[in-house]
């Protein structure tokens, strides 16, 4: 790896305090440098951060919150930083996300220079959601990283497939108008080698409902179908999955189980209702490409 090789992390968040001190501490031990993009939090989230500035976070920022999750305010916002800040790659992270190479004993960061060095500039995840494994636990507060240990594989269909999340400066193309899945517009040459992005969505089903039963959306990112997995969701589908249905991580934190992948997160499983709206989508989607192909 050359010296002084740089990758920054730019996070955003808005009352993630329950998650943003392990996130830190995780990409300080992977050798990650990050950004943070606060949107007006009115807990001790910001408080948090600038212990580890501006040594470990290099800048901090925000933007305003208009009264629901804007979405697109945020990724812009990102965009920007990734125009101003002097790193070699940068990393589309979130609070509640943990990213690892899956070499033994490699850093995040010698994993990235690794791929530089081979001459690509971009690098996809492998997802892995980690949740809780009954109803009666809740992680809030502890060392969710460290002790939890179910989760599943997370493999959603079509457009949204790749996680494409770290990409080299050079790389031009804007995440905002694609939800931050993975710039476009530009030359992306994506290495052959996935990484992993273990992602606590939620500390339990209290947590759950707190974080995702009344946020409320911006309208036009619901008119461009973001957000769509996360509307309408009764409170009770939010209960811990069957431990049946997930893996259990064991002693080694890098043997993770790529078998049996879910397409959809685990508050829509046996929902039947949920499968005939998305098969309905879909293949007006369908519909919509083949009349637009043959020109009718």
């Not at 995840?125 to 980690?130: L, S, T």
Request: glycine residues 6%; aromatic residues 14%.
């Amino acid at each position: 790896m050359r010296s002084h090789f740089r990758v920054v992390a730019i996070l955003a968040f808005r009352n993630e305090s329950c998650y943003v001190r392990t996130c830190i501490e995780h990409l300080i031990a992977e050798g990650i440098k990050c950004v943070v993009i606060d949107n007006e939090s009115d807990d001790n989230t910001l408080d948090i951060c600038h212990e580890y500035y501006p040594e470990h976070v290099i800048a901090i920022d925000s933007v305003p919150y208009p009264g629901y999750y804007d979405w697109q305010t945020i990724l812009r916002r990102k965009d920007e930083f990734r125009q101003s800040i002097d790193a070699d790659w940068f990393i589309h992270h979130d609070a509640d996300e943990i990213m690892h190479s899956n070499r033994p004993g490699e850093t995040l960061l010698e994993a990235v220079a690794r791929v530089d060095e081979e001459g690509f500039n971009a690098i996809d995840f492998d997802e892995f959601v980690f949740v809780h494994e009954n109803d009666a636990v809740d992680y809030v507060g502890q060392n969710y990283y460290e002790q939890m240990r179910y989760y599943y594989r997370y493999q959603p269909r079509g457009g949204h497939a790749r996680l494409v999340r770290a990409y080299s400066s050079s790389v031009r193309g804007e995440i905002a108008a694609y939800g931050g899945h993975a710039p476009r517009g530009a030359d992306i040459r994506i290495h052959p080698e996935r990484m992993v992005l273990r992602h606590y969505v939620c500390l339990g089903k209290a947590h759950a409902i707190e974080k995702y039963g009344y946020r409320k959306y911006s309208e036009d990112e619901l008119r461009r179908g973001w957000h769509g997995n996360r509307i309408g969701v009764k409170h009770a589908r939010y209960s811990a999955p069957a431990e049946r249905k997930l893996h259990r991580l064991g002693e080694n934190p890098r043997n993770l189980d790529y078998s049996n992948p879910y397409s959809e997160h685990f508050w829509h499983w046996g929902d039947f209702r949920w499968f005939l709206a998305r098969r309905k989508k879909r293949l007006a989607a369908l519909r919509t490409r083949i009349l637009h192909r043959f020109g009718r």
